[in-house]
């Protein structure tokens, strides 16, 4: 069963920092993209960062010089780092993966999604 296990969410004063974690587990073949997301109440879910397998990144306006994506293929994890961080940032952080998954004799692409972690930023 592949699983995705994020951490590092918490309460933070605006201009404070954290750092997200989100580790992969399972029968994982490769891992293509990794990527943050989040949900504020009331608001669609976007997408804040993503790291690909070949080295690209890309981040939200929003968030361009304040967060940095990373991630340790070794580990099978993606890190958030969150700085200078505003009320507005507020919501819950999901990370995303896109893996190929070994079952059997079988291999399939899939993407799989985090449980969420809480991140609030109070003024």
């Known amino acids: 069963q592949v699983q995705l296990v994020e951490s590092g969410g918490g309460l933070v004063q605006a201009g404070g920092s954290l750092r997200l974690s989100c580790a992969a587990s399972?029968?994982?073949?490769?891992?293509?993209?990794m990527a943050w997301y989040r949900q504020a109440p009331g608001k669609q879910r976007e997408r804040v960062a993503v790291a690909t397998s070949g080295g690209g990144i890309n981040y939200a306006d929003s968030v361009k010089g304040r967060f940095t994506i990373s991630r340790d293929d070794a580990k099978n994890t993606v890190y958030l780092q969150m700085n200078s961080l505003k009320p507005e940032d507020t919501a819950v952080y999901y990370c995303n993966a896109a893996m190929t998954i070994s079952r059997g004799t079988y291999t399939y692409n899939n993407a799989y999604w985090g449980q969420g972690t809480q991140v609030t930023v109070s003024s």
């Open positions: 399972g029968s994982i073949l490769s891992i293509n993209h």
